[in-house]
């Protein structure tokens, strides 16, 4: 790893009761990726309406799907590294994922946002050619935004 941090930021996500996948990273086939942290935040005014339910979840690989875009940047620009990682978002149509497995879940309020940073040397860490996957299903209609932080 070369301490490379990257951000990707979905904008502003509608989400229904079907599981939207907001964004996929993919490694490089022999580079890990850790994955140090994760902002969801709400758009919601009803105090009455559902949490929505986010997914992290990782996959030995991905097919298929509709994706859209995300903003993506390195969190120091002076660094001359190129971004290695496949990352797409905003999926209108739900990509099929290969031995996925949910790691993380959380429920989140539309009215209020989760930042959570993951402790030096506990960061979820992907094997090279593998990826993650951030998704998330809402009981009513309601926008979140989501962002990310991991290290090439």
């Known amino acids: 790893m070369a301490d490379l941090l ?5 904008g502003e996500v509608a989400l229904s009761s079907s599981a939207k996948t907001v964004f996929t990273v993919s490694a490089p086939s022999n580079q890990r990726l850790k994955i140090k942290g994760i902002e969801i935040f709400g758009k919601g005014t009803s105090n009455t309406d559902t949490p929505a ?4 979840m ?7 799907g509709t994706a859209g875009s995300v903003t993506t940047s390195k969190v120091d620009g002076d660094m001359g590294e190129t971004v290695q ?5 905003n999926y209108s149509a739900e990509p099929t994922y290969t031995t996925g497995v949910t790691v993380r879940t959380w ?3 539309p009215q209020t946002g989760l930042v959570v940073y993951f ?3 506990d960061e979820i ?4 050619g593998a990826g993650f996957a951030l ?4 009981a009513q209609a309601d926008t979140m935004s989501f962002n990310l932080i991991y290290e090439e």
Request: glycine share 8%.
């Open 119 to 121: 402790p030096l040397h």
């Open 6 to 10: 990257v951000q990707v930021a979905s």
């Open 135 to 138: 998704r998330a299903t809402q």
């Open 53 to 56: 339910k986010v997914e992290l």
């Open 58 to 64: 990782t996959y030995a690989s991905i097919s298929g």
């Open 125 to 128: 860490k992907i094997k090279g």
């Open 107 to 109: 429920d989140v309020h």
């Open 85 to 89: 990682a496949t990352i797409a978002g």
